[in-house]
């Protein structure tokens, strides 16, 4: 039987339509969510579940890294909703260890 789950997006609206995406880890995303998809690149936070929803031109124009821009850029007809270890938002110490570890590795 298929049960039913409140959108992890819009934390709204009551849904079948699920994606289980570790074990016993189940995400839920309603239509009207499926449907922002289509012009944004959302990003749920698999450790607060908190979610980020962004233009899909406004992320690209943004993007440095020319690998990662084109990637993102294969991607800008797709509907993507991708699950993203921790945040700022729940982890602002560890994302900043993260980003000053990625900077110390570039500086010649």
């Given at each position: 039987?298929?049960?039913?789950?409140?959108?992890n997006?819009c934390?709204?609206?009551?849904?079948?339509?699920?994606?289980?995406?570790?074990?016993g880890?189940?995400?839920?995303?309603?239509?009207?969510c499926?449907?922002?998809?289509?012009d944004?690149f959302?990003?749920?936070?698999?450790c607060?579940?908190?979610t980020?929803?962004?233009?899909?031109?406004?992320?690209?124009?943004?993007i440095?890294?020319?690998?990662?821009?084109?990637?993102?850029?294969?991607?800008?007809?797709?509907?993507?909703?991708?699950g993203i270890?921790m945040?700022?938002a729940?982890?602002?110490?560890?994302i900043?260890d993260?980003?000053?570890?990625?900077y110390?590795?570039?500086e010649c």
């Open positions: 039987m298929e049960t039913a789950g409140k959108c997006i934390k709204e609206v009551y849904t079948k339509r699920s994606v289980e995406v570790d074990e880890e189940v995400v839920y995303v309603c239509e009207d499926i449907e922002t998809a289509k944004n959302i990003w749920i936070c698999m607060c579940g908190k980020y929803i962004r233009p899909k031109g406004l992320v690209i124009a943004r440095k890294d020319l690998e990662i821009k084109r990637a993102y850029m294969l991607c800008e007809d797709m509907q993507i909703i991708q270890d945040c700022v729940c982890s602002p110490e560890r900043l993260i980003m000053e570890a990625q110390e590795a570039v």
